[in-house]
């Protein structure tokens, strides 16, 4: 028989695995080894975060949430007047923020933010999968992510990046209460026109307090943080129009709002401010001047810590200032000859064309305030056919052509010939109808005090801030002409001159040996000369021959010491004869408070602007005292200025400035025109005892205005214009003769002169007595009469 013995352990057969057996294990291998790796990144995640989480910023200085914040200028009564810094933002605590405005950001940035912790992680790793796979779009962040990634982290899409931003959130929300941080957002974010916060971008954007937003107006603000460009409501409505719909649904389906109040959002059409603010004050000098005072005091904190300063500008008066001016250089500015289109353009054929090449011209000639830009479509003798930015077309004719006749005849050089393509300027005339005009060569300044302080009421310090921003209240060195004779004549009085002592209009010449130079020989400004005299009446129609007998009288020595009590400079006025015409250099600014000593019956004030500077939370940092004039401000006598207010009043009575209580119609106006040689500078200095104000109108370079152009006709009806304004509803106030001076034969005198000449019998007259104007013959009798034994 066979053997049947078992075969040797060498000769076993092996069994193949089966498919499922070769499945688990790979399974388990990769199950391991993804539990190793998910383990070695754990401890690798949590040595990064043990790493990274000590040098997270520093988040406490949030709990006192301080951003950067803009200075801001206000007037007296609170009226914004300018802002500086590169963050316009106006921090406002949650508390004032509309729920509606909140509501809409929470229901297209973040619905959950109140249930969260801080994280959506879902929205993490979409993040992270839409990073890997180089997809633009991240996902979902939360407002605190938000936050941490605007205050503190760079913008950039990395994981490290990613893991900063979760550690910084969970840091936040354990520090910061949910409102905190919702304030935090609401106030930094970046909602494009260089408005930071919902509270600016509601002004930048619809031209109002963030309190009066609407549903309609909240949903487009909302839409801002996603892309401030793209959904630029200025730039790009219709987009900004998509998404602001996008959002009222989702305010809705939030249960934030009403189907019905998403129906009517929808349904409002919004006013989107596209143009500047027709309602802003025009301050641009006093904002700067403000600006500069700060700069000084605080440096570049200035721009960043929030500065609010309280000027003493009066609002109304500001903006009276700011028209009555420039209306004043416009109306100069009409009587000048065309000097031609600012840029000639090829205007393309078809009628779209046009239009977009019109509005990439007139981005380099933008409009001047009033005084607007456009480019000629048509034009010949009798119309002018011009298209303005955004397709407005204009049809000129008639009286709105004068001005530009020059431009229109067949002769006019090329340079000056108005045809297709000329970039003009254009403004309304007071019929509503257009008028093509020029901006302006010539310059101008305006001021007004309080005499009663110095506090500065107005100031404009040229035409246009952006055209030129050299401030010639401020910096503006001129020769005063005849504005600065009642000078002369205040230091007369003190050297025993009464208004009623007689000069004579004559020729007068001066040889080289009495000038020192050349030889002299001035003129009256309308050539003539009219004889005998009284000073009040000298005054009235500024006769040059006898101011330069009074300044030889008293001395030119005693002169240039006494200006000085006004606030001049004795060396911008040398001690010769032509002082006595204003061949000195003055300031708008000085001139103001010169006249505010004869206002204020005697005393000197220096103009200030500032009254108080205020930090964002309402920390007073300066505040400037009421100031109350003593007998230590004093620089003249109550009786000179008394006595020159008085002559002042008749040079607007019945002298070169009649034309002010004519139609002012009151009394109590006081002044003086001025015009220098060759008709370079005209001014009107004046006051009324509540205020002082100065207009001044000239070229930079200085060179003639025109042979008739003066100080009565060009400045004056700018300081008429603004007082109209400034003195409404202010009472009538003559000032009351204070002691040592004598009203006798309808003059006042000084009391010792009256008892110099034996006559202090004669009391004075009842202080409402008024001074008859005579001829000066008649003036010439009555004082001789009066005086003789």
């Known amino acids: 028989m066979p053997s049947t013995s078992p075969p040797s352990h060498s000769a076993r057969v092996s069994v193949p695995k089966s498919p499922m057996q070769w499945a688990i294990r790979i399974l388990l291998w990769a199950l391991g080894l993804g539990l190793a790796a998910g383990l070695s990144g754990l401890i690798i995640l949590g ?109 950039e899409k990395t994981f490290t990046r990613k893991i900063y931003e979760i550690l910084l959130t969970f840091k936040l929300e354990h520090a910061l209460s949910k409102d905190q941080i919702l304030e935090i957002y609401m106030n930094q974010i970046f909602l494009g026109n260089r408005a930071y916060g919902f509270a600016a971008a509601s002004e930048t954007y619809f031209g109002k307090p963030l309190k009066d937003i609407t549903v309609a107006e909240a949903a487009m603000l909302a839409g801002l943080p996603k892309a401030p460009s793209a959904y630029n409501p200025i730039r790009n409505p219709k987009r900004a129009r998509i998404r602001q719909l996008y959002i009222i649904d989702r ?87 065309y000097r031609g289109p600012e840029k000639f353009v090829e205007l393309p054929t078809l009628e779209q064309e046009v ?101 500065i009421r107005a100031l404009v310090g040229g035409f246009d801030f952006a055209k030129n921003k050299f401030n010639h209240v401020t910096q503006a060195w001129r020769q005063p002409g005849s504005s600065f004779k009642p000078f002369i004549y205040s230091a007369a009085l003190e050297k025993g001159f009464t208004p009623s002592t007689v000069l004579v209009d004559k020729p007068l010449f001066f040889d080289a040996g009495t000038t020192g130079g050349q030889p002299w020989e001035p003129k009256n400004y309308e050539g003539g000369f009219e004889g005998p005299m009284t000073l009040r009446r000298a005054l009235a129609k500024s006769k040059n021959m006898i101011s330069i007998q009074i300044l030889q009288a008293i001395g030119t020595s005693y002169a240039q010491e006494w200006i000085t009590r006004f ?127 100065v207009t001044w109108i000239g070229y930079d370079t200085p060179r003639k205005l025109g042979d008739h152009e003066t100080g009565g006709g060009l400045s004056l009806p700018v300081w008429i214009s603004f007082m109209e304004t400034a003195l409404k509803g202010v009472p009538v106030q003559e000032p009351i003769a204070p002691e040592g001076v004598a009203h006798v034969g309808g003059e006042w005198y000084f009391d010792e002169f009256i008892k110099g000449e034996g006559i202090s019998s004669i009391k004075p007259a009842d202080q409402t007595d008024a001074a008859q104007p005579t001829s000066a013959a008649d003036e010439k009798k009555k004082i001789l009469d009066l005086f003789k034994n």
Do not use: C
Not at 279 to 297: D, G, K, P, S, T
């Open 47 to 155: 040595i990064a975060l043990a790493v990274a989480y000590p040098n997270l910023p520093d988040i406490s200085d949030l709990s006192d949430y301080r951003p950067k914040l803009p200075l801001r200028v206000f007037s007296a009564e609170g009226d914004v007047l300018g802002e500086f810094g590169d963050e316009r933002r106006n921090l406002t605590p949650i508390g004032e923020i509309p729920k509606i405005m909140s509501n809409a950001v929470l229901a297209i940035e973040d619905a959950r933010f109140y249930q969260h912790g801080g994280v959506d992680y879902m929205g993490v790793i979409r993040a992270g999968l839409a990073n890997v796979g180089k997809a633009k779009s991240q996902g979902a962040s939360t407002i605190t992510m938000q936050v941490a990634r605007n205050v503190y982290l760079s913008s």
């Open 251 to 337: 305010m809705m389906e939030n249960g934030f709002i009403t189907p019905q109040q998403a129906e009517a959002a929808k349904a409002q059409e919004l006013r989107v401010k596209t143009g500047p603010d027709t309602n802003h004050i025009h301050a641009e000098y006093v904002a700067e001047m403000a600006r500069q005072l700060m700069f000084n005091q605080y440096g570049d904190e200035t721009y960043t810590r929030g500065l609010n300063v309280q000027t003493t500008i009066h609002s109304a008066e500001q903006e009276a200032a700011y028209k009555a001016l420039r209306k004043g250089i416009m109306d100069f500015e009409r009587r000048q000859v």
């Open 355 to 455: 239009e977009d090449t019109v509005d990439d011209v007139l981005d380099e000639h933008p409009d001047n305030g009033d005084v607007m830009s456009a480019v000629v479509l048509e034009a010949d003798a009798k119309h002018v056919k011009a298209l303005r930015a955004g397709g407005e077309t204009l049809e000129i004719t008639g009286d709105g052509l004068k001005p530009v006749q020059s431009g229109l005849s067949d002769k006019a050089p090329p340079h000056i010939k108005l045809r297709r393509g000329a970039v003009i300027r254009v403004s309304k005339t007071a019929k509503d109808t257009w008028e093509i005009t020029q901006l302006p060569e010539v310059e101008g300044a305006f001021v007004a005090l309080d005499p009663r302080d110095g506090s």
């Open 567 to 693: 606030g001049f400079e004795a060396e911008k006025h040398p001690p010769y004869l032509t002082m006595a015409l204003g061949a000195g250099s003055v300031t708008p600014m000085q001139m103001a408070g010169a006249y505010s000593v004869f206002a204020n019956t005697g005393y000197r004030v220096n103009p200030w602007l500032v009254a108080r500077v205020i930090e964002q939370r309402g920390k007073v940092l300066q505040s400037t005292p009421p100031v109350v004039l003593n007998e230590s401000q004093r620089t003249i006598e109550p009786r000179n200025a008394f006595v020159m207010t008085s002559l002042l009043g008749e040079v607007t009575r019945t002298g070169t400035a009649a034309r002010a209580q004519a139609t002012l119609k009151r009394p109590d106006i006081y002044g003086k025109t001025g015009t220098t040689n060759e008709s370079m500078d005209a001014w009107f200095a004046g006051f009324q005892p509540t205020i002082a104000a």
